[in-house]
């Protein structure tokens, strides 16, 4: 069994396989993606109101299927690494850390902002150092329970995407030029 999730796990040889190909093949993937991309989006923006709303009604639709198939991979997978756990914070903790740092790599950090994430006693402790010099530190402690716990990866990131809006728009020393 993998340490990462499965999704994950075909993300990354995905990756792989596109960064490792030849040119002509990378070039070959992605006339077929932009070719479906285009096809689609000339669906979307249709002059023909019919064709323009069931073709939204589909895409937003495969966007759900696919935002609950991950989530339930997720969740599975988290659940199955807290059945076979005997130490929480040295079997379970890890795992829920690999998916914070997932969810942290999609973060887009301003310059000068620093994140770092680690598992404790306590559970997951996350440090983010801003342009101003300034350290916030905060977390959570998973529960065992996957649905709580990947929810929480998810909530605590954006959390830190909020923390970082905020920081950006009224710095406490002074406006940011």
Not at 6 to 12: G, N, S, Y
Not at 124 to 140: A, V
Request: charged fraction near 30%; glycine fraction near 6%.
């Amino acid at each position: 069994m993998s340490n990462a999730p499965p999704l994950l796990d075909k993300e990354r040889t995905d990756k792989q396989k596109i960064i490792g190909a030849t040119k002509l093949d990378q070039e070959k993937w992605r006339k077929k993606n932009i070719g479906e991309t285009e096809d689609r989006l000339d669906a979307i923006g249709s002059p023909s109101e019919k064709t323009g709303i069931k073709a939204i009604t589909e895409a937003y639709k495969d966007y759900q299927q696919e935002n609950f198939r991950i989530k339930t991979d997720r969740i599975e997978w988290l659940f199955q690494k807290a059945k076979y756990s005997k130490e929480r914070w040295i079997d379970y903790y890890p795992h829920v850390h690999t998916l914070v740092r997932y969810e942290l790599s999609f973060l887009e950090l301003p310059t000068g902002y620093t994140i770092a994430s680690e598992v404790t006693l306590q559970g997951i402790k996350f440090t983010l150092k801003d342009r101003f010099n300034q350290t916030h530190i905060g977390g959570f402690t998973p529960c065992g329970i996957a649905l709580y716990d990947e929810q929480a990866c998810r909530s605590s990131v954006n959390k830190i995407d909020d923390l970082i809006s905020k920081l950006e728009a009224h710095p406490k020393n002074g406006i940011y030029l």
